[in-house]
C-alpha cells in the first residue's frame, strides 16, 4: 500500500483558499486518491477523488501532477465550518484504507 | 437514506464485561467495515466483510474481539472481557456495489468507554 504523508495542522482565516498536499511517492499504477473530511464527533466524509490531472466538485478541487507522486486539496475561500480533519488516502479499488492521522485545519475568523 | 446507523451512541462499561456494537449498514451496500479511532492510534481500520463475508480481519486487535455479518443489513462488533485500552470511538461504514472501495460512508461511531 503506497503511505501518504501530511502535515500535521494547518491554520487559516475564512475567505481564504487552502491548500494541503500530500506525498504518496510509492503510489502504483491502480492506485486512486481519495480525501475525506472528519468534522469533531463525527465519522469521515468523502469529499473528492481522482487519478491524474485535476478534478472539481462542489465542495473542492484535486490536482494531481503527471508523476502523481504527490495530490492537492484545494479548498476555495474556507469558512469556520470547514475547520476538520482531512485525510489522504492512496490505494487500488480492492486495497483496504489506512487513514493515517491526517491534516487538523483550524480556520479563524 | 437514512445513512448507515450504529447503536448505542454511547456506551459505558466496566472492565471485563461483554459490549456488543451494532451496525446497520445503507440498503443496497455490499461491503461494511468496522473502524476504531483513538487519539494516539488514529482511525484503525479492524476488519471488513464483502457479500456478509469477512475479507480482511488482520486489524482485529486479539481474540477478545470479534466480527459477524449474518445478513446484509446487520453487523455486530464484540469485544469479550473488554479492557480499558479499548475506549475509543467505533464506527462502520459501508460503500455500493461498483463504487471503488475508497468511497465509504460513515456511520456518527459509538463512543465506548471501559472502566
Known amino acids: 500500500l503506497a503511505k501518504t504523508t501530511q502535515p500535521i495542522s494547518m491554520d487559516s482565516y475564512e475567505g481564504q483558499e487552502v491548500n494541503i498536499t500530500c506525498s504518496h511517492n510509492n503510489i502504483a499504477t491502480n492506485d486512486y486518491i481519495t480525501w475525506y473530511q472528519q468534522f469533531p464527533s463525527q465519522g469521515p466524509r468523502f469529499i473528492i477523488q481522482g487519478y491524474k490531472t485535476k478534478v472539481t466538485n462542489e465542495v473542492a478541487s484535486l490536482f494531481i501532477p503527471a508523476d502523481r507522486k504527490s495530490s492537492t486539496l484545494s479548498l476555495p475561500r474556507v469558512s469556520l465550518s470547514d475547520t476538520a480533519v482531512y485525510y489522504c488516502?492512496?490505494?487500488?479499488?480492492?486495497?483496504?484504507?489506512?487513514f493515517g492521522t491526517g491534516t487538523r485545519l483550524q480556520v479563524f475568523p | 437514506d437514512a445513512g448507515v446507523i450504529q447503536s448505542p451512541r454511547h456506551e459505558v462499561t466496566e472492565m471485563g464485561q461483554e459490549v456488543t456494537l451494532r451496525c446497520k449498514p445503507i440498503?443496497?451496500?455490499?461491503?461494511l467495515f468496522w473502524y476504531r479511532q483513538t487519539m494516539m492510534r488514529g482511525l484503525e481500520l479492524l476488519i471488513y466483510?464483502?457479500?456478509?463475508?469477512?475479507?480482511?480481519d488482520s486489524g482485529m486487535p486479539e481474540d477478545r474481539f470479534s466480527a459477524k455479518m449474518p445478513n446484509a443489513s446487520f453487523s455486530t462488533l464484540k469485544i469479550q472481557p473488554s479492557e480499558p485500552r479499548d475506549s475509543a470511538v467505533y464506527f462502520c461504514a459501508s460503500s455500493a456495489p461498483g463504487l471503488a472501495l475508497d468511497t465509504q460512508y460513515f456511520g456518527p461511531g459509538t463512543r465506548l468507554t471501559v472502566l
Open positions: 488516502l492512496v490505494g487500488e479499488n480492492t486495497d483496504k484504507l489506512i
Open positions: 466483510f464483502n457479500n456478509n463475508v469477512p475479507i480482511d
Open positions: 440498503s443496497g451496500h455490499n461491503s
